[in-house]
């Protein structure tokens, strides 16, 4: 069972797999409820999440309402905790939304949410992340979660989300990081979808990311915190949100100039 899931969610083009979500979750839900687990996202508990990797699977991760996995998890409970992202008045700008989010953002209504992606049916402007149309300094907060890894200038996508950021503003860019490499790994002539996925990790990403991620986001003007935020929450509570330990949050500011 757990083999044909991987094989159904990875031969899937996303954004069919996304219109394909919304007919299935109900079923899930209804299947998988209890108690032992809990999406803070939604509020809703499961006797077990279900199994999600592209390449090698991890067991309870993927929660069946919101479609969140741990690092949704994490970010939603630094935003609500440690962030005025539930109250002040914000203008957001989310590139290649989450569907784990999309709903809840849409629903607060101290936001003005924009969503953006060059194929996503979630996306409100179909846009190139390296030639975004928007203005400078026009958005608060940015969300771009595991999208950089699949950009070829990198280093663009960067000076562009800095540009369209008000200063003061701030935002979460996520990438999967490879914590044992001192500098990202990247070849532009690996292009086969076999090479990518053996070199890469996954068909689609152009670099593995290493440690240096945060230097090149402070190249492109920001300053970075590196936010360990499961050293904030009970490890009963980790557990139980089917967190990932030592989970690093890429919090970046845009300062004043």
């Not at 905790?81 to 914000?90: D, G, P, R, S, V």
């Not at 989450?98 to 709903?103: G, P």
Request: glycine share 4%; charged share 25%; hydrophobic share 35%.
């Amino acid at each position: 069972m757990k083999k044909l899931f991987k094989q159904l969610i990875n031969s899937i083009p996303r954004p069919i797999l996304i219109r394909l979500s919304y007919v299935v979750r109900p079923i899930l839900v209804w299947f998988l409820k209890g108690n032992r687990y809990y999406d803070p996202i939604d509020g809703q508990g499961y006797y077990k999440m279900l199994p999600y990797g592209y390449g090698k699977q991890r067991d309870n991760v993927l929660a069946p309402a919101t479609f969140s996995l741990e690092r949704h998890r994490l970010m939603w409970l630094y935003l609500i905790n440690e962030t005025n992202f539930q109250t002040a008045k914000l203008k957001v700008l989310h590139i290649a939304p989450e569907q784990a989010f999309y709903k809840m953002f849409r629903r607060m209504r101290n936001l003005e949410y924009i969503t953006s992606d060059l194929e996503s049916p979630l996306a409100d402007v179909k846009a190139d992340i390296c030639d975004l149309p928007f203005g400078d300094d026009t958005f608060d907060v940015i969300f771009c979660n595991h999208v950089l890894e699949h950009i070829p200038d990198d280093h663009q996508a960067m000076r562009e989300l800095f540009r369209v950021m008000k200063p003061s503003g701030w935002g979460i860019f996520q990438v999967p990081i490879s914590y044992q490499l001192p500098e990202t790994y990247e070849d532009p002539t690996i292009t086969s979808k076999e090479e990518r996925k053996e070199k890469f990790g996954q068909y689609d990403h152009v670099r593995v990311y290493g440690l240096d991620y945060y230097q090149r986001l402070e190249n492109a003007g920001f300053v970075v915190d590196k936010v360990d935020y499961t050293k904030q929450i009970k490890a009963e509570e980790v557990i139980r949100y089917c967190l990932e330990k030592g989970e690093i949050l890429p919090v970046v500011r845009k300062p004043f100039t």
